[in-house]
Every structure is written in C-alpha cells, then in structure tokens.
C-alpha cells in the first residue's frame, strides 16, 4: 500500500478534499486501486451533532458513518464505498486510548501524546486502508487528507503521525502533497510568500512536502512557480497550478494539463499506463437544455445540501441538460418565487423552524402540477400536508414538532434513546418496490438499497386512509414506508430515505434522474403554452 498525505497551508476551505479526490481520480484513470482516508482533528467523536450552518453537510456513508462531507466527495470522485473507519477524529483516536489504557493495555506505562496517540494514529491509517482492500476492493494506493491548516494545534499529533510513517515507510510508499493558497495583490500579481511561510512551517515539524498544489484564481505564470521551487526546495514540475475550474468534476483534467499524474507517479515508483477518458468526456459533454429548480432550505449555507447539488449535476448531465438551483428561504420567499422554478426539492433537516415555508412549497407543487422531488423531511411533509389539504386534519403534524393528528410517529426503536450521536436509523436499509409503480420503473427492479438518517416515520394508523386517497406508498422496508408518490400527478414524489448520497457522476440516482427529466418536460410544456 502506497500513501498520499495531503495537508493544508496559509487558509482553510482552498479544497484540499477537492484535490485529494481529483488525485485519486488521476490514478484511478489510469487502473490504480484507491481508497480514502478523512482526518478531523476536532474533538467530536464523528459530525453527526455539529450544525450543519457551521460544519456543512453530514454525509452519511453505508455503514451508518456519519462523516465529513469530504468523503462524499471521495466517493463520488474514486465512485467506491467507504466506512466509518475512513474518517478519523481527534475525538475517536483519544476515546480508544483512553479505554485500553483502563483496560490495562498500558500497564507500567506514561500514557503520552508520543508513542500511544500518534501509532493509534498510525494503526487507524494503515488498518482503514487494508480493511478496503480486504474487503475485495482493489486498493493500491491511499490517499490521507488532514483536515486544517499546518500550524493548527490540533492537527500536531497526526503531522507527527504521518512524520513517523514517512520515516518508517520505504521513500517510494509515501508521497506528501501540500496545498497552498497564492493570492494575487491589489496589483493583480499572485503572491508567493504565503506558500514560502507555510512550506516553511512545515519543515519545522519535520516534514517536507513532495508535491506542491498551488491554489489561485488563474494559471500560475512559469516564474511564480520558479520562485516556488527554488524557496520551498522542490522540483519546478512538482510545483502544480491548480487554478479555479468551472466545475469540480473538471480539476482532475486540470491537474493532468499541469503534469500532476506523471510526478505521482514517478514519486511512487508506479508504472506510467495509459488513461481511460470516460471520466473527462462525462464531465465535459455540452448542455442542450437548461432547468431551473427551487430548493426550499432552512440552512443558509449551499454545503449543507452539497450532496444534493451534486446530485442534481449528475441528473442533469444524463439528460444533458445544465440544472441551475434557486435557494428559496423556507421562512423568507414568496409563491410568486415558486412559480419562476421548473421543479420544486424539498430537502431534509431537524427542528421547527422554516416547516410552514416547506409545507406551503409542497402544497402548491401538488396543487399546480410542478415536478416535487421531497428528500426526508421533504418526504414527512409531503405526507402531513396531503392529510392536512386533502384528508381534512387541520392540525396534522409530526411528533418531532408537538401535539396535534401525529401523522408522522417517532420510530419505535427510538421511544428509549438518549443519547445523540450516533442513535439515528443510520446507513443502508433494503427497500422493496410496488411493481407498476414509479418508483419501480425508475429503478428498473424489485428491491434497491439506499442510506437513511431519521428518527420519525409515517405512523402506520394512517398508511390505510392515505393510500385509499390517492397517496402511493411504492416502497417499503417491512412495515415501514420509504417512498411515496402520486399517480396522476406528473411528479410527486419523496424518499425517506437520501439517494443523493449514492449518487455519481457516471452513475446518477434514479429519483434525481427522473425528476430533472420531469423538470424539463414542465417548461417545454411551459414554452409550447
């Protein structure tokens, strides 16, 4: 197994996940098996309680992980699955110590930052990459992003960590690839101290990066990257341009154009193969429509519906079709808003605030005839609006949000839990499909296999009274409903469950793919009126 550490320098949020994803996306063109590792340095044991507005998303992968939204974009980008094990945190590598050394693992011994900290580091890497390739996946190299910038007190213990594997380790198992900002001056000049300062930081914690990745708004002239090379002390062809692209999906073709692939792989000792292109013709082939879809939110930061933004890419590309989004305030917009949309998405989230907004967005998607597509929430008020507008209970609502008809019950296994972290229906669940139903010619089978994170579910004392009025519940996990649909409608339709997660460029979710496809009949149908 050969590793790829990818750190951070000068600022956060210049897409280290981004190029990490882009890096393996390279090496996988070219036949290499690769996997991924995310490490948090924060002291949550996983992100599953931290707020979304400040974190981001919460990808869910199909172990019931919840994670970094990064691993989203590894699994997107490398299209593989990973586990909770991919994503370390401060959090996790301190809890396990601290158990073993009551367990007596240590007994004798100063438990300390150095050695028991940084090899459970160690261990947590090395054991998340074979457990990948154990599991039948072809894993030859990995790629280990740290979260944060060099010079973070809390990334300390897991620098030292990649240190020492990068001593332990043959020179051609390991490759360090650090990720700098270069702004440009009022001048327009791009500045190259900021990366001089932070290679430099770098060095003093004993490491020295290999490769580095140079963020900015445009392509670094030849002397910029120069004077890189000659102050940081690494080759000019290992000093990479890694300009703004038009598109995530395209900065792999980007970094190819800057010789990325080659320095890799010659730093590797990996043999230089040919590159498939399908990747690069899926993510450049040319729109020849365009939609507009609403996403009424309640979060006002667009990374917290990452998943679903990239979903509605991978929809629109197979219909080749550019999918622009309008973020509509759930407590803020107005109907006329609804009406200027092709299609309206209702998104998942917890608490109170904004239910009215997203209730009313789904009244009149169902009442006009517009495309719905309702993702978790979505999907639990879709069911409390059709109970209130079209079964007549005024007060119907879900158990999450007081007393009135509790048409959306909390799940039983949940009536005893405390705790928070970790305590949802997490991860992958089969789902059965209704034969002659929507969603079981969008899926073209029996049975799929999504991921999940809820608490509530549709109270099975109505299930009888919703469908006898016109509310089709096609998929099912035992007796729990998933999705829902409405027949005469010419799209309506929720999930309690998040397709977006498994959604990929090359792959695109079947719910995404048939509602931007319904988005564009909507305003054709619109135009020829």
């Given at each position: 197994m050969k590793y790829i550490f990818v750190t951070g320098g000068v600022m956060s949020g210049l897409g280290k996940g981004i190029t990490a994803a882009s890096i393996g996306r390279i090496l996988k063109n070219r036949g290499y098996g690769v996997t991924a590792i995310k490490i948090d340095p924060y002291l949550n044991i996983d992100a599953g309680t931290m707020n979304p507005a400040q974190h981001g998303e919460v990808f869910v992968l199909s172990d019931g992980g919840e994670v970094d939204l990064d691993l989203g974009n590894y699994e997107r980008f490398l299209d593989i699955e990973l586990t909770s094990d991919h994503n370390i945190t401060t959090g996790k590598i301190y809890r396990s110590v601290i158990e073993k050394e009551r367990h007596g693992d240590f007994l004798g011994s100063t438990v300390q930052i150095i050695p028991h900290i940084t090899d459970e580091i160690k261990g947590r890497i090395t054991g998340a990459a074979e457990e990948f390739r154990n599991n039948g996946h072809l894993a030859e190299v990995c790629l280990v992003e740290i979260g944060g910038t060099v010079g973070d007190i809390e990334s300390m213990p897991f620098l030292e960590a990649v240190r020492q594997m990068r001593g332990e380790l043959p020179q051609t198992d390991t490759a360090l690839v650090h990720v700098t900002l270069v702004p440009a001056d009022t001048m327009g000049d791009l500045k190259t101290k900021p990366t001089q300062h932070s290679v430099k930081a770098l060095r003093e914690l004993g490491l020295r990066p290999d490769i580095i990745v140079c963020r900015s708004d445009r392509v670094m002239p030849i002397h910029s990257?120069?004077?890189?090379?000659?102050?940081?002390?690494?080759?000019?062809?290992?000093?990479?341009?890694?300009?703004?692209?038009?598109?995530?999906?395209?900065?792999?073709?980007?970094?190819?154009?800057?010789?990325?692939?080659?320095?890799?792989?010659?730093?590797?000792?990996?043999?230089?193969?040919?590159?498939?292109?399908?990747?690069?013709?899926?993510?450049?082939?040319?729109?020849?429509?365009?939609?507009?879809?609403?996403?009424?939110?309640?979060?006002?930061?667009?990374?917290?519906?990452?998943?679903?933004?990239?979903?509605?890419?991978?929809?629109?590309?197979?219909?080749?079709?550019?999918?622009?989004?309008?973020?509509?305030?759930?407590?803020?917009?107005?109907?006329?808003?609804?009406?200027?949309?092709?299609?309206?998405?209702?998104?998942?989230?917890?608490?109170?605030?904004?239910?009215?907004?997203?209730?009313?967005?789904?009244?009149?998607?169902?009442?006009?005839?517009?495309?719905?597509?309702?993702?978790?929430?979505?999907?639990?008020?879709?069911?409390?609006?059709?109970?209130?507008?079209?079964?007549?209970?005024?007060?119907?609502?879900?158990?999450?949000?007081?007393?009135?008809?509790?048409?959306?019950?909390?799940?039983?296994?949940?009536?005893?839990?405390?705790?928070?972290?970790?305590?949802?229906?997490?991860?992958?669940?089969?789902?059965?499909?209704?034969?002659?139903?929507?969603?079981?010619?969008?899926?073209?089978?029996?049975?799929?296999?999504?991921?999940?994170?809820?608490?509530?579910?549709?109270?099975?004392?109505?299930?009888?009274?919703?469908?006898?009025?016109?509310?089709?519940?096609?998929?099912?996990?035992?007796?729990?409903?998933?999705?829902?649909?409405?027949?005469?409608?010419?799209?309506?339709?929720?999930?309690?469950?998040?397709?977006?997660?498994?959604?990929?460029?090359?792959?695109?979710?079947?719910?995404?793919?048939?509602?931007?496809?319904?988005?564009?009949?909507?305003?054709?149908?619109?135009?020829?009126?």
């Open positions: 990257r120069k004077k890189i090379s000659d102050f940081c002390d690494v080759p000019l062809t290992a000093v990479i341009s890694a300009a703004d692209a038009p598109d995530i999906y395209q900065v792999p073709m980007e970094l190819e154009k800057e010789g990325a692939a080659n320095v890799i792989l010659e730093h590797l000792g990996l043999e230089k193969r040919g590159v498939d292109t399908e990747w690069y013709r899926t993510v450049t082939a040319e729109y020849t429509s365009r939609v507009t879809i609403g996403v009424v939110t309640k979060y006002g930061v667009e990374d917290v519906y990452l998943s679903i933004k990239e979903a509605l890419k991978h929809a629109g590309r197979a219909h080749s079709t550019e999918v622009q989004i309008r973020w509509l305030d759930a407590e803020t917009y107005d109907t006329p808003d609804l009406a200027e949309v092709d299609g309206i998405l209702v998104p998942g989230g917890f608490g109170q605030r904004g239910i009215p907004g997203k209730i009313r967005a789904i009244q009149y998607a169902r009442e006009e005839g517009v495309p719905f597509l309702g993702i978790c929430l979505g999907f639990q008020m879709a069911v409390v609006e059709f109970a209130r507008d079209v079964l007549g209970y005024e007060d119907a609502i879900s158990e999450e949000f007081g007393e009135g008809t509790q048409v959306i019950a909390l799940l039983p296994e949940q009536q005893e839990v405390t705790d928070m972290g970790g305590t949802m229906r997490l991860g992958s669940y089969p789902v059965e499909l209704v034969p002659g139903t929507r969603a079981h010619v969008l899926y073209s089978g029996g049975e799929i296999v999504e991921r999940h994170r809820h608490r509530y579910e549709v109270n099975p004392d109505y299930i009888a009274e919703f469908e006898g009025n016109g509310l089709k519940f096609s998929g099912m996990n035992g007796n729990r409903m998933e999705i829902l649909e409405i027949t005469d409608h010419p799209f309506f339709f929720a999930t309690q469950f998040h397709p977006e997660f498994r959604s990929r460029p090359t792959r695109p979710s079947p719910p995404y793919v048939g509602f931007v496809n319904a988005c564009r009949e909507n305003k054709n149908q619109q135009n020829r009126g």
